[in-house]
């Protein structure tokens, strides 16, 4: 589905990634760990497209695709979905109109119909009802005056809605309460298929109680040093990064 | 808000799209040219030049007199400076007064109408020929100074409304028109209303009887055609008491490399416990992206509101070089409301300077402003709004907000609020903010599959909703289309 090869990326003329290897299949969970700052979300955001963000090396091919050559909406159409760790407000503009437009603007670029008012209605109470969003959430202004926990939602809400093939999930997790993090969780397995992947980027390793990844890595100073399956997660819980930054492993 | 009528707007949504995508790459799609020939003045203005125009509108002997005594008038005024508009001093001489398509006589039908006359609408997008069958809107269509064709004239007869050309209805309505003409904004008023009330060549009157609630939006469209030709419209509506009318005014003008000035009056008078709704969608020919040519529109409009009654005046100005303009609501009765609602686009170097005055006299009674400026490249976008309480209006209300968003690093926004209240026993609210487009709103909207021009017109569209929500629906089709093709390129 996406294979990344040494990737390098600068911010603010500030190298980040040092040589990043990824390959995720159909059907795989990756989750990408690592203490603050070790260039998770750099990783994130230099796959989606934002322009702060300069890869100054390597090359990520998605879908057969050079990805770096595409421009945000493209890597978008092409099916590449963030979930965003601080989801932005867009006042004035209703969450069923931004959808729709998001939708519509996708299947163009696939040469597919576009959905009919009714089907599109239909698709949203469905999947509404996966993540607890009533409908006057959904009629209101795009994550205006949500709270964190409603963002994060409105956030998979749209992962359902649009369906990508792979979607990037940068902290989703983060400002959550158990319940919350829950009905998330029960969110991106509900998307998850053998036709799709998730890369999730999370702190903690209680996300992957709920969502339970096949691979883990570990990336540090902008460089993955360390993958192992779900069971690394346990390993790091117990014993901390220090573990495998300072070289003991 | 049920599913579906967010699904219905929805779908309205993808029509706008495709009509933006259409529109994509035209700089002034309507800048062109119809091949009519003119009946035109020389240019300059003199007492002769009035009494000239006076004479081919047949005026009656009151109308002319009234022209001459505003002309010299006018004489004794100078140009107001204090808008924060800059822009070479306009040779008043080097005008022309009157223009009118050449036409022989009223004419009965549609199929009477000059053809190429009636091109020219259709490619402005106005469906005269349609108009009758398919819509709810009767059309009062203003090709430069003199009316083409009124239309639904019948259906609102019947029930006691007069919708016509002011020419007519000088005619066939003296006693209503003069009592009502200048009543509200006289041509004393300032520079701009003295000289329409000398030269004005054209216009609309409504009147709507006690009781009736007018059964149809009631549209004008404005267009300037021929060289250096001033427009001068005046529009009279007037709804007796407990009536309801909602008119519609929109305009649209060819390119020109001379700047054209406009200098309209509108006079609105909403009786015991009428309410008129008065939109505009303003489009006139803004110039070129290096700020060469464009209207000068200089627009005095004013409505006063007796007892109970209400006035709402909402606005969306695209175009102009430079936008002077108002509107304002004299509160005069008790329990009276008055409301605006305004969007100002300016790009380029485009500048306006508009507002509202809310003038509350009666007791109790209420005022709303909501204003939103949206200044893109080089240009200079004001809001200037009056609130005055005076010193009877116990228990008054307004609350104004203006809101301003920033396209780029050279643009401006101004606001220039003014209170004065004389009476304690009131509340008056002021909120004002600025705000710049984010770059993360715009790949927020991206990451989603969103073209950048798409997320900026979005945005915006967002951003102003508040008064779109207040357009009668055609209008409002129409105002997010403007939007977009006058902010195209803007960002990014």
């Known amino acids: ?249 | 808000m049920s599913d579906e009528t967010s699904i219905k707007k929805d779908d309205l949504q993808a029509d706008e799209k495709d009509l933006i995508n259409e529109l994509t790459d035209s700089e002034y799609k309507w800048g062109f040219v119809t091949d009519i020939e003119e009946e035109e003045f020389p240019k300059g203005l003199s007492e002769d030049i009035v009494r000239r125009i006076s004479k081919i509108k047949n005026d009656p002997k009151w109308m002319t007199e009234y022209r001459v005594k505003a002309y010299k008038h006018w004489l004794t005024l100078k140009e107001p400076k204090w808008a924060k508009v800059k822009y070479p001093k306009i040779d008043f001489q080097n005008i022309r007064y009157y223009s009118a398509p050449k036409q022989k006589e009223q004419l009965e039908s549609l199929d009477d109408v000059d053809p190429e006359l009636l091109k020219t609408f259709e490619k402005l997008g106005i469906p005269i020929e349609e108009q009758k069958k398919l819509s709810n809107v009767a059309v009062d269509a203003v090709f430069d100074s003199v009316s083409v064709k009124t239309t639904f004239q019948d259906t609102l007869m019947e029930k006691g409304i007069i919708f016509s050309p002011l020419s007519e209805a000088i005619k066939n309505h003296p006693e209503l028109v003069k009592e009502y003409f200048g009543s509200v904004v006289p041509y004393t008023d300032n520079y701009y209303a003295a000289l329409n009330a000398a030269v004005f060549s054209e216009g609309s009157f409504v009147y709507i009887p006690k009781g009736v609630r007018c059964p149809m939006e009631l549209s004008t469209y404005f267009r300037i055609n021929a060289m250096d030709t001033g427009q001068f419209e005046r529009t009279i509506v007037i709804a007796d008491e407990g009536a309801y009318v909602s008119y519609l005014e929109g305009c649209t003008a060819p390119m020109r490399d001379n700047n054209q000035l406009h200098a309209a009056v509108v006079e609105l008078v909403a009786k015991k416990g009428a309410q008129i709704k008065y939109s505009t969608v303003q489009n006139w020919y803004p110039g070129d992206k290096d700020g060469k040519g464009g209207i000068y529109n200089f627009v005095t409009k004013r409505g006063v509101c007796e007892e109970s009654a209400k006035i709402s005046w909402t606005q969306v100005e695209t175009g102009s070089a430079i936008t002077w303009k108002y509107p304002s609501t004299i509160l005069k009765g008790d329990n009276s409301v008055g409301e605006f609602y305004s969007v100002a686009v300016t790009n380029n170097y485009q500048q306006a300077d508009t507002g509202t005055k809310m003038v509350h006299l009666g007791k109790n009674t209420k005022s709303t402003i909501v204003s939103k400026g949206i200044s893109a490249g080089h240009s200079n976008n004001s809001y200037r709004g009056l609130v005055k309480i005076g010193k009877h209006a116990d228990g008054a209300r307004n609350f104004s907000q203006c809101d301003s968003m920033l396209m780029s690093d050279k643009c401006g926004a101004h606001t220039f609020p003014y209170i004065e209240i004389d009476n304690k026993n009131s509340i008056v609210e002021h909120e004002a903010t600025t705000s710049k487009i984010s770059e993360d709103q715009i790949f927020y909207l991206n990451q989603r599959g969103i073209s950048t021009e798409d997320a900026v017109s979005m945005i915006v569209n967002g951003f102003c909703k508040e008064v779109f929500k207040e357009l009668p629906m055609e209008f409002a089709v129409e105002a997010t289309k403007l939007l977009a093709l006058s902010l195209e390129g803007s960002v990014g």
């Open chain 1, 1 to 249: 589905m996406i294979s990344i090869k040494n990737l390098k990326a600068k911010i603010d003329g500030k190298e980040i990634l040092q040589g990043i290897n990824l390959e995720v299949n159909a059907g795989e969970v990756h989750a990408i760990m690592g203490p603050n700052g070790s260039g998770k979300s750099t990783l994130a955001n230099v796959l989606t497209g934002h322009e702060k963000y300069e890869p100054t090396g390597g090359e990520v091919i998605f879908n057969g695709k050079n990805l770096l050559d595409l421009s945000p909406e493209d890597r978008a159409r092409e099916g590449l979905f963030l979930g965003f760790q601080y989801p932005v407000e867009i006042p004035g503009v209703s969450n069923a109109t931004f959808l729709q437009t998001a939708i519509n603007e996708i299947h163009k670029y696939n040469n597919e119909a576009e959905l009919t008012p009714k089907e599109f209605l239909d698709r949203m109470k469905e999947k509404a009802k996966v993540v607890g969003m009533d409908n006057s959430l959904i009629s209101r202004s795009v994550n205006t005056g949500f709270s964190g926990g409603e963002k994060k939602k409105n956030e998979i809400f749209q992962l359902l809605m649009l369906n990508p093939k792979l979607a990037i999930l940068d902290e989703t997790d983060s400002g959550l309460d158990i319940d919350a993090l829950r009905v998330v969780s029960n969110g991106v397995n509900e998307f998850r298929n053998e036709n799709n992947a998730v890369i999730l980027v999370t702190h903690y390793q209680r996300l992957l109680d709920y969502i339970v990844p096949d691979f883990i890595h570990v990336i540090y100073q902008g460089e993955i040093i360390k993958s192992g399956g779900k069971e690394l997660a346990l390993e790091l819980e117990a014993k901390g990064y220090d573990w495998i930054t300072n070289g003991e492993a």
